[in-house]
Nanobody
């Protein structure tokens, strides 16, 4: 059974940095899409960043481009999200997700229905 476990959330001041990790077990995402999503109370979950594990193609939401970096350690089956220049509006519950079905053309997106496996989330709070 696939399991995704996030870590690395916390509280930082605006302008600070955090690195989120997502350890995958029970399934090897070798040529799949993996991503990070976030959700705040009363709002829909939104895609932050995605990566194709077969080649490293990356995709970012406009709100985080230039500040966040998604990466993947295939040997460790772990997904990362490096977050720099954090803003109060980045405050949210961050969840990692993975698509169970292989993607052979390397094209991923931030569409929710592309992802089948989800972690429980880790909270990020950015104070001004």
């Amino acid at each position: 059974q696939a399991q995704l476990v996030e870590s690395g959330g916390g509280s930082v001041q605006a302008g600070g940095s955090l690195r989120l990790s997502c350890a995958a077990s029970g399934y090897t995402y070798a040529s799949n899409c993996m991503g990070w999503f976030r959700q705040t109370s009363g709002k829909e979950r939104e895609g932050v960043a995605a990566i194709w594990t077969g080649g490293g193609n990356t995709y970012y939401a406009d709100a985080v481009k230039g500040r966040f970096t998604i990466s993947r350690d295939n040997a460790e089956n772990t997904l990362y999200l490096e977050m720099n220049s954090l803003k109060p509006e980045d405050t949210a519950m961050y969840s990692c997700a993975a698509g169970r079905y292989p993607v052979w053309d390397g094209l991923c997106s931030l569409a929710l229905d592309e992802f089948t496996d989800w972690g429980q989330g880790t909270r990020v709070t950015v104070s001004s």
